[in-house]
């Protein structure tokens, strides 16, 4: 009988660390731009009114992964997660499943390093600490990716005891920021919040500054003006997607932004588009997450249990068949 091990959260976490995320995602987008990995559809499934799921199948190098996880935004009311569910990875050849991980860490892992990475491909090459707009579990993920990159990081949270909490959690490096437009003023920004409400109103980016909106990745979310979005050189995880359920929906839907003028991460890690042009410009990253990410952090994950299964005397396997 095929024995299939479970990694719980911890699991996930003691496996991959935040750079070691950043690396495997910087390889999902580069591997997704050349077209050597395979995305369909993210498939929604509505829940109303609590929230919806989503399958997200994806498949490259050998592997072939779905995610199934569920966005319910008023979920902590309850003291449950707003994403939870799981990843199943799989291998090609014979088509076995392989591993089941939770899907809340290896979504946290790989929304923290998307987040990085875009910021380290296009912001400004300096040291200022990065601010994180909203910090409940994906948003700590990427102040703890930054850390991870050794970089400074300022937190602000609609609730200021979730902020403190964090800070506290995270340890150095990390400070509560003195107020919203402080953290929205920063280098470097990333929001990750509901996106029920514009962070960004017209006027309020700076020259030079980079945001990575994380949190708008559904239809009616929004996380910048239209306006202030077209200021800025627009960079996308995915066309297909973004442009359905990213901020740049908005912009598009009012013909205000047309597709040549945004750029897609992977192609400007491959070379094949330009990233910022220059010190004065704005950047933007508009992620809506892409199965492909998860794919390559479960890949990762379950490669580094597989190395040395005795480090995880805590993954239990399961017989299936
Ligand atoms: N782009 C991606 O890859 C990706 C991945 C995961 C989650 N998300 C999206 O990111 C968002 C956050 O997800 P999560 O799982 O971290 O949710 P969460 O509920 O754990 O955290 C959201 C946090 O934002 C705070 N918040 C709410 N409104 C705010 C505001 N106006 N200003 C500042 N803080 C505010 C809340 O207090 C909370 O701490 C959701 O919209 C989710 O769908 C995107």
Redesign the pocket.
Known sequence: MPVVPVFTARDVYAALDPSGAVEAVREAFVEHARGAWTMPSKVYLDAPPNGDFRAMPASGGGWAVLKWVN?Y?RN?ARAL???SGVVLLSETDAGQLQAVLDAGAV?ALR?GA?AVLAAETLARPTLAPAAV???????RAVARTFLAREREVQL????PV?ASLVAEELGEGATVAAD?ADALAADIVVT??????V?FHDGSLHAGQHVSL?????PG?AEIAVEELVRAHVVCDEWEQASHNGDISHALEARKLRREQVAELGKILLGEQIGRRDEHEITVFD???LAVQDLAVAVAVFTRYREAPASFPDVVGVELG
């Open positions: 966005s935004p902590p997660p707003t994403v979504t929304t998307a707009v909203g910090v409940g579990v994906n948003g602000w949270d609609a609730e979730q919203l990750v919040t509901p996106g029920r409400e962070l994380m949190g708008a990745d559904g979310k992620s809506t997450g």
